[in-house]
T-cell receptor
Framework: GAVVSQHPSWVICKSGTSVKIECRSLDFQATTMFWYRQFPKQSLMLMATSNEGSKATYEQGVEKDKFLINHASLTLSTLTVTSAHPEDSSFYIC?????????????FGPGTRLTVT | QQQVKQSPQSLIVQKGGIPIINCAYENTAFDYFPWYQQFPGKGPALLIAIRPDVSEKKEGRFTISFNKSAKQFSLHIMDSQPGDSATYFCAASIADSSYKLIFGSGTRLLVRP
């Protein structure tokens, strides 16, 4: 149980274009979803927290107009990187938690490798 | 105050050894301390977690030791295997912050055959 999927697993896009990453909870209702980015050999940095049906809460220093997060349902959240630039190339990972079970446990997706050329 | 400091940065042990990874925190409001294992190109997977009301928790070959007064916690891997070679992250979270995780910097573990 508690499986989280991400799509795509990797994506290459040209500078200036936008790319959307999907995060789905497959067997539970994700009342809260989190988005992280991870640079090579570094730790995970939280970008934003979203609750279903509410606007995302962004961490300090994360541009909310550049990283658009939508959590429209209890099983799906999307991250759209708008006007991507090479410095946005990173490993993006989502996680989800279910407040009806163990609200403090986060289940992570497999990650999406974004390369901006 | 929100940081979680993790050491060592890297660790090499022989098969069967017991690697120990340490983490320290300052914020006494943290009330949930998980450990994650991450393989290259994959998302982190929850290994084991502890709340501050217990001093030790074991799950299989993984043990967390928790010292509330010292604000430190550590992961011990018993009878380590080459398949345990991965990056390990400690983390901490607070109930009143949507349980968002603050991660340590990670420890790259290599278990030699």
């Amino acid at each position: 149980g508690a499986v989280v999927s991400q799509h795509p697993s990797w994506v290459i896009c040209k500078s200036g274009t936008s790319v959307k990453i999907e995060c789905r909870s497959l067997d539970f209702q994700a009342t809260t979803m989190f988005w992280y980015r991870q640079f090579p050999k570094q730790s995970l940095m939280l970008m934003a927290t979203s609750n279903e049906g509410s606007k995302a809460t962004y961490e300090q220093g994360v541009e909310k107009d550049k990283f658009l997060i939508n959590h429209a349902s209890l099983t799906l959240s999307t991250l759209t990187v708008t006007s991507a630039h090479p410095e946005d190339s990173s490993f993006y990972i989502c996680s989800a938690s279910d407040s009806s079970i163990k609200f403090y446990e986060q289940y992570f997706g497999p990650g999406t490798r974004l390369t901006v050329t | 105050q929100q940081q979680v400091k993790q050491s060592p940065q890297s660790l090499i042990v022989q098969k069967g050894g017991i690697p120990i990874i340490n983490c320290a925190y300052e914020n006494t409001a943290f009330d949930y301390f998980p450990w994650y294992q991450q393989f290259p190109g994959k998302g982190p997977a929850l290994l084991i977690a502890i709340r501050p009301d217990v001093s030790e928790k074991k799950e299989g070959r993984f043990t967390i030791s928790f010292n509330k007064s010292a604000k430190q916690f550590s992961l011990h891997i018993m009878d380590s295997q080459p398949g345990d070679s991965a990056t390990y992250f400690c983390a901490a979270s607070i109930a009143d912050s949507s349980y968002k995780l603050i991660f340590g910097s990670g420890t790259r573990l290599l278990v030699r055959p």
